[in-house]
């Protein structure tokens, strides 16, 4: 088993978590069910496969939790700017989240790459 808390893709999805979090407590109360649920899903799912990966045997194991992490990530970018064009969150916050998870998804890409499981 490998220490996912030392990934730096883990730790940058850990803060993304966190991120998204504090990002959504602003949203009206009425969006608690609706996209502050749906971020906050998809955000604490980044760092979730990753660690959940890390405990696979098989790097094709590991490669598959990646690649859910990946999708998580994206579905949270999809979220973050849906909730801009509504005029939900602080504008600044939501503009550095973006960028927090577009560095997300180049390490999770150059990370999967670097797996040996074919």
Do not use: C
Not at 43 to 59: H, P, Q, T
Not at 68 to 77: A, D, K, R, V, Y
């Amino acid at each position: 088993m490998k220490n996912f808390k030392k990934l730096k893709i883990w730790q940058q999805g850990f803060d993304i978590a966190v991120s998204s979090i504090r990002f959504v407590s602003t949203f009206p109360k009425e969006e608690k069910y609706g996209i502050s649920s749906q971020i906050t899903r998809s955000a604490v799912s980044i760092a979730s496969n990753i660690a959940e990966g890390s405990s696979r045997k098989s790097e094709r194991d590991y490669h598959r939790f990646l690649e859910i992490s990946l999708g998580s990530s994206f579905e949270l970018e999809t979220q973050v700017l849906i909730a801009q064009s509504a005029n939900f969150g602080n504008k600044s916050e939501s503009e550095l989240l973006l960028k927090n998870i577009d560095e997300e998804q180049k390490m999770l890409m150059s990370f999967m790459s670097k797996l040996n499981y074919k």
